[in-house]
């Protein structure tokens, strides 16, 4: 139920000392049945946030939640040419980011082929391949990514 109640507002927290308004939706005044509200947070931050929301009556007087933390990866962002490949298999990612790249067979083998590796950039040699599928594995900073590549005739 409500009872003047004129919004509410959900707040976003990195430290829980500082609290930023994530969004302000208006409430239903006064009401005896069920209100269900939804909502995203369009630009969430990395790593741990915390919220609440904090209810604010017509007279202005507001109440506040507990504090809910909300762990979220970094995104990792890879990009594997061509797709499908022949010779050449390159992995590219922003700078600095990137770990280790593997291939793997489809029975989860771990194959073993010349690279060439720079900062943001690994370059598989893939020549002694045979056509078909393959699984590669690359770990950044941000985290793993893995994905089914397939090697053409």
Do not use: C
């Not at 007279?59 to 061509?82: L, N």
């Not at 700078?95 to 489809?106: A, G, K």
């Not at 010349?114 to 045979?130: A, E, I």
């Amino acid at each position: 139920s409500e009872r003047n109640n004129a919004t509410f507002t959900v707040e976003r927290s990195m430290d829980l000392n500082a609290w930023d308004d994530v969004l302000v939706r208006p409430g239903a005044g006064n009401s005896q049945t069920l209100l269900t509200y939804t909502d995203l947070d369009d630009d969430p931050m990395p790593g741990t946030s915390y919220y609440r929301l904090k209810q604010t009556d017509t007279d202005g007087t507001s109440t506040w939640s507990d504090a809910v933390p909300v762990h979220r990866k970094a995104e990792v962002h890879v990009i594997i040419h061509p797709v499908p490949f022949q010779e050449l298999l390159v992995v590219d990612t922003p700078p600095d980011q990137l770990l280790s790249v593997e291939i793997f067979s489809m029975n989860g083998q771990r194959l073993s082929v010349p690279q060439q590796r720079g900062t943001d950039r690994t370059t598989l040699d893939t020549s002694v391949l045979p056509a078909g599928s393959y699984v590669i594995s690359v770990q950044t900073v941000n985290g793993p990514y893995t994905t089914t590549v397939v090697k053409a005739q």
